[in-house]
C-alpha cells in the first residue's frame, strides 16, 4: 500500500500542461520534502526532482517541482510525446522512519 | 559515470533466502557520504523502499521487511548486498540498487526475481 497519494491516471493533450500531484503528510512532504522520478516502461525510474524543486543536470526545465502543505505537485510544459510514462514522487516520514512512496501516476499525452 | 549493476538468481524457491549484490564503479560508496540501497516493483505496481546502507556501513531498513532483510556492504570491493529470508510469492519483482535518499539519481537496471518451486 502507498504512503503517499497520487492520482492512478493524467490525460493531457501535446504541447499541453499536466500537473501531477502527491499527497502526504505533516511527517513527509510538508517537513521532509518531496522527491520526483519518471519510470518508462521496462527501464529504472530516473530522478526529476529533489527537495521539491532541484532539478539535477540534464533534466529539462519543463519539468518544475513545487510543494504547498502536505502535497507536491510536478508539472510538466510543453508536453512531448517522450512524456508518456508513469511518474513517483516519495519522500523520507520522519513518523514512520521509512521511505515512502506514491502509487503513480501514469501520465497520457493524447 | 557512475553505473550500479544488479546480479544473483532469478528464481528463488518459496521459504528460501533471495540473494542479490550491487556492484557500483564510477562512485565510491564508502566516500561518498550518501545511502546505497535497494528498492523494488512488483510487476505492473508501485516501488517500495527495501532498506539501505549509509557510507559509513550504518544500515537502515523499511519497518515492514525490517524482520526479514539483511543489507550489508562489502567497501573493499565497491558492493553492496541484499538477503531477504524466507520468501514468498508475495516477493516476487524487479528488484533495484540505487542511491537512495533524498537524491536518487543513480539506479542500477534492475533484475526480475521471481520466488516459485
Known amino acids: 500500500q502507498a504512503g503517499l497519494t497520487q492520482p492512478p491516471s493524467v490525460s493531457k493533450g501535446l504541447r499541453e500542461t499536466a500537473t501531477l500531484t502527491c499527497t502526504g503528510n505533516?511527517?513527509?512532504?510538508?517537513?521532509?520534502?518531496a522527491t520526483w522520478l519518471q519510470q518508462h516502461q521496462g527501464h529504472p525510474p530516473k530522478l526529476l526532482s529533489y527537495?521539491?524543486?532541484n532539478r539535477p543536470s540534464g533534466i529539462s526545465e519543463r519539468f518544475s517541482a513545487s510543494r504547498s502543505g502536505n502535497t507536491a505537485s510536478l508539472t510538466i510544459t510543453g508536453l512531448q510525446p517522450e512524456d508518456e510514462a508513469d511518474y513517483f514522487c516519495?519522500?523520507?516520514?520522519?513518523?514512520?522512519?521509512?521511505?515512502?512512496f506514491g502509487g503513480g501516476t501514469k501520465l497520457t499525452v493524447l | 559515470q557512475v553505473q550500479l549493476h544488479e546480479s544473483g538468481p532469478g528464481l528463488v524457491k518459496p521459504s528460501e533466502t533471495l540473494s542479490l549484490t550491487c556492484t557500483v564503479s564510477?562512485?565510491?560508496?564508502?566516500?561518498?557520504?550518501?545511502?546505497w540501497g535497494w528498492i523494488r516493483q512488483p510487476p505492473g505496481k508501485g516501488l517500495e523502499w527495501i532498506g539501505s546502507?549509509?557510507?559509513?556501513?550504518?544500515?537502515y531498513y523499511s519497518p515492514s521487511l525490517k524482520s526479514r532483510v539483511t543489507v550489508s556492504a562489502d567497501m573493499s570491493k565497491n558492493q553492496f548486498s541484499l538477503e531477504v529470508h524466507s520468501v514468498t510469492a508475495a516477493d516476487t519483482a524487479v528488484y533495484y540498487c540505487?542511491?537512495?535518499?533524498?537524491?536518487?539519481?543513480?539506479w542500477g537496471q534492475g533484475t526480475l526475481v521471481t520466488v516459485s518451486s
Open positions: 540505487a542511491k537512495t535518499g533524498v537524491e536518487m539519481d543513480y
Open positions: 564510477g562512485a565510491s560508496i564508502s566516500r561518498s557520504s550518501s545511502y
Open positions: 546502507v549509509y557510507s559509513s556501513g550504518d544500515t
Open positions: 505533516s511527517y513527509n512532504v510538508a517537513s521532509q520534502g
Open positions: 527537495r521539491n524543486n
Open positions: 516519495s519522500a523520507w516520514d520522519t513518523s514512520l522512519s521509512d521511505q515512502v
